[in-house]
């Protein structure tokens, strides 16, 4: 007899999936054409597009480090998703040194409209809230810049070259599975699940 599969399950196995993918080509890139200078020898708009991924990925890894300090109850949530832009920096990194090199802080104003981190988790950074008014107003903005970056990673994917598309291929359909995982969770609290027991979901 089969044993059902959470919806949770799931979409972190997706997610998980397009990770290891994304790193997978970060490993190939680097292994079978060591790049010889800082760029990997990209065209200058891979270089940029690159850049804008690590950018973005900075500032959601913040963003969800602000995020399991203001919701412990959530935490078991926002750690792995901070881990997950954490390697994808590290991916994009060793893929193209110079993204790295020349990326702004986080939250920087620059050509990327979604360098900076949320607004809703940064407005609520000043300790414990459990209230379900700010659980999901940090889930829906999380949500929101979540679904910027996987929509950014998919247009740059189609402009640049294929040395770089299948990242950033890869961490749009990472951010897809995300999206709708934060999306799961905002539905919970919405209907007034404890926090207590929002790990469940089916």
Known sequence: MRT???????LLGIGGLALADTIGVAGCATTVSPPTET???????DTAAARDAVVRATALAAAYRTAAGRH???RFLFDPLRAHHEVAMSALGAQVPAAVATSPPAGTTGS??????????????????????????TLASLRATESRASAA??????RVSGLLAPSLASLHAAGVAQVELLDLYLAQV????????????G
């Open 190 to 201: 919405n209907s007034g699940r404890p926090a207590a027991t929002a790990g469940s979901v």
């Open 72 to 74: 412990p109850s959530l």
């Open 39 to 45: 760029n990997g020898g990209l065209p200058a708009g």
């Open 153 to 158: 990673a998919r247009t740059d994917s189609l």
């Open 4 to 10: 059902p599969v959470s919806r949770r399950r799931i």
């Open 112 to 137: 990327n409209p979604t360098a900076s981190a949320p607004a809703g988790v940064a407005a609520t950074a000043g300790g414990v809230d459990e209230s379900p008014t700010a659980r999901a107003a």
